[in-house]
Structure formats: structure tokens, C-alpha cells
């Protein structure tokens, strides 16, 4: 079992950087992949960036490739999405999810593996 929560989200203008943070607790975390998924009103969940902690592989979509950066820190348990050059496109509530054994394109596309999920932290971009 895993749980997961993020934090760091909030109103930020065009152009403009946070980060979000996902700390997991529970189960060992040698074979989970952790990513970041937004949901935009009226929109399915898709996937942002995803990390496996053990070999450090990363997956990001192409909307945010050069924009977000995706890192971990095992010892904390946390997961970090750095957020730059923030667009009002990225407006969305951004939920942290976890799961055993995919890969992370896998996990970041179709987010198989009964993912354990966060509660979701707002990320508003104002133009």
C-alpha cells in the first residue's frame, strides 16, 4: 500500500515557475514509478512526467519537454515537479500518482497498475 500527497500548487502569472511536490509513504519504493498527471475541467487526466526512483529513468510529454523538470529524492520519499516558464495552458489540478512496475512512459500514457493516487493540488496560470 501506498500513500500518496502533493503540495506546492497555487496562482501563478504567465511565464511564471512553482513546483509541485509528492511525498509517498507506505511500501518500499524500489519498484515504483511515480509521475505527475493534470486534469483540466471537462478534460480526461493525462500524464506530464513520470520517474522510477531506482535508475532515475524520467518520461515527459511533449508539452513540457524543456519547460518541467522531474527529480526525486529516495531518503525523503518525495518527488518533485519543477515548473517553469508556466504557460495558461498548464492550468489544471495536478494529482501525483503511484504504482508498481510499469515503466514510465507506460505509467505517464495509460497509467496502468491500479495507480494509488493523490488528492490533487490546483496549478492556476493567469495571462
Known amino acids: 500500500q501506498l500513500h500518496v500527497v502533493e503540495s506546492g500548487g497555487g496562482l501563478v502569472q504567465s511565464g511564471g515557475s512553482l513546483r509541485l511536490s509528492c511525498t509517498v509513504s507506505?511500501?518500499?519504493?524500489?519498484?515504483?514509478?511515480i509521475g505527475w498527471f493534470l486534469q483540466a475541467p471537462g478534460k480526461e487526466r493525462e500524464g506530464v512526467s513520470c520517474?522510477?526512483?531506482?535508475?532515475?529513468?524520467?518520461y515527459y510529454a511533449d508539452s513540457v519537454k524543456g519547460r518541467f523538470t522531474i527529480s526525486g529524492d529516495n531518503a525523503k520519499r518525495t518527488v518533485y515537479l519543477q515548473m517553469n516558464s508556466l504557460k495558461s495552458e498548464d492550468t489544471a489540478v495536478y494529482y501525483c500518482?503511484?504504482?508498481?512496475?510499469?515503466?514510465?512512459?507506460?505509467?505517464?500514457?495509460?497509467?496502468?497498475?491500479?495507480?494509488?493516487w493523490g488528492q490533487g493540488t490546483q496549478v492556476t496560470v493567469s495571462s
Open positions: 500518482g503511484a504504482a508498481y512496475g510499469p515503466t514510465v512512459r507506460s505509467f505517464c500514457v495509460g497509467f496502468p497498475g491500479s495507480p494509488f
Open positions: 507506505g511500501d518500499t519504493l524500489d519498484y515504483v514509478t
Open positions: 520517474i522510477y526512483l531506482s535508475d532515475g529513468s524520467t
